[in-house]
C-alpha cells in the first residue's frame, strides 16, 4: 500500500509537470489581464493556435473556448460556461468511472486496511510482508477492487482542469462578457469593494460547494464503510488528523487565489464542485452501495 501511494505521488508530480509544459502563459504580468493575442474568439483558427502555441492548447483548450463562445450567442455567458462544464464533467465520468469507482472504493475500505497495516507494523520479516500483501489483496478482490485503477483519473483529469481554466481565461465570450451588468472579469474583491453582492454570492458559494465536494467522500465512507472489527488486544487507532488538514489548508488555498481571480473563474468552480459532489454520490449508489453486500 504504501508503495501505491508512493507511485500515485509520483505520478501525479509527472502528469502535473507534463501538462504545464505544455501549457501557454495567457497573462500579461503587468495589467493581469489576458493577452489581447491570447484571446480565443469564433473567428480564430486551430491551424493559427498551432502555429503560435503549444499543442495543448490547440488540442484541448481552443474547443472548449470555442464550445464556451457558441454557446453564449443563445444561451449568455453564465449558462454557457455552466453547460460546459457539465458536458466535459459528464464527458470525464463516462472515461473514467471504473477508476473512480475503485477510487471512492478504497477510501470506504482505508479502515480495513489500516488495521492490517497496524497488524504488522513493525514486523519488517519477509513472512510478514508477504501475509500484509496477502490480507491486503485478499480484502481488494473481495471488494473487486484494482488498487491502480484509481491512478488512472489523475491521468485524465489534470489536462482537463487545466484545459478548462485556461478556456474560460481566453473565451472571448467571458473576455468581454458580462452578468448582471458588470464584467466577469471582476475579481471578487473588487465586487465586494463596488458592492455587486452577485459576484459575492457566487464567490461565497465556490467555497461552500467547494467543501462539500471535498468533504463528501468522507461523510459517504463513515456512512457506508464495512464494520472494522478490532480483535483482543488489538487497539484502535485514528488515522490522525493529516487528510483533514490538508483538506482545509486547500480549500483556504482555493479561497485566498480566487478572491483576486475573474469571477469568471469562481463561477467555473461553483459549477464543478457542484459537478463534482453530483458525481460522487451518483458512483456511490449506482455503483457502490448496490454491491455492498455482494
Known amino acids: 500500500m504504501k508503495k501505491l501511494l508512493k507511485y500515485k505521488k509520483i505520478g501525479l508530480a509527472l502528469g502535473l509537470l507534463f501538462v504545464l509544459t505544455a501549457c501557454t502563459n495567457v497573462i500579461d504580468p503587468v ?17 493559427s493556435i498551432f502555429a503560435s ?13 470555442q464550445a464556451i463562445n457558441f454557446l453564449n450567442q ?18 470525464t465520468l463516462g472515461l473514467t468511472v471504473k477508476s473512480t469507482v475503485a477510487s471512492q472504493k478504497m477510501q470506504m475500505i482505508n479502515p480495513e486496511l489500516k488495521r492490517i497495516q497496524d497488524k504488522y507494523a513493525g514486523k519488517t520479516d519477509n513472512q510478514s510482508k508477504m501475509q500484509m500483501g496477502q490480507e491486503m489483496n485478499a480484502l ?3 471488494n473487486n477492487i484494482n488498487p491502480f485503477g484509481a491512478i488512472l483519473v489523475m491521468f485524465i483529469q489534470f489536462p482537463v482542469i487545466i484545459a ?26 473588487g465586487a465586494f469593494n463596488e458592492g455587486i453582492y452577485v459576484f459575492m454570492v457566487i464567490f461565497v458559494l465556490m467555497g461552500v460547494f467547494q467543501f462539500i465536494s471535498m468533504k463528501l467522500p468522507v461523510w459517504l465512507q463513515k456512512r457506508h464503510a464495512p464494520k472494522v472489527v478490532t480483535h483482543p488486544g488489538e487497539k484502535k ?3 490522525g488528523p493529516n487528510m483533514e488538514v490538508m483538506m ?4 483556504v488555498m482555493i479561497m485566498v487565489l480566487a478572491i483576486n481571480w475573474p469571477t469568471a473563474m469562481s463561477l467555473y468552480w461553483l459549477v464543478t464542485s457542484i459537478a463534482q459532489a453530483a458525481q460522487t ?14
Do not use: C, H
Open 248 to 251: 482545509y489548508s486547500s480549500i
Open 53 to 65: 502555441e503549444s499543442w495543448f492548447s490547440a488540442i484541448f483548450v481552443y474547443p472548449i473556448s
Open 164 to 189: 478548462m481554466y485556461q478556456a474560460v481565461q481566453r473565451a472571448s465570450a467571458v473576455v468581454n462578457g458580462s452578468f448582471f451588468g458588470s464584467s466577469l472579469q471582476l475579481t471578487p474583491l
Open 140 to 142: 481488494y478482490s473481495k
Open 31 to 47: 495589467t493581469k489581464q489576458v493577452m489581447v493575442d491570447k484571446i480565443i474568439s469564433l473567428d480564430t483558427t486551430m491551424a
Open 281 to 294: 454520490v451518483f458512483i456511490q449508489y449506482k455503483y457502490i452501495t448496490p454491491n455492498a453486500g455482494k
Open 237 to 239: 487507532k485514528s488515522s
Open 74 to 91: 443563445y444561451v449568455g455567458v453564465f449558462l454557457s460556461i455552466t453547460l460546459v462544464t457539465v458536458a466535459i464533467k459528464l464527458l
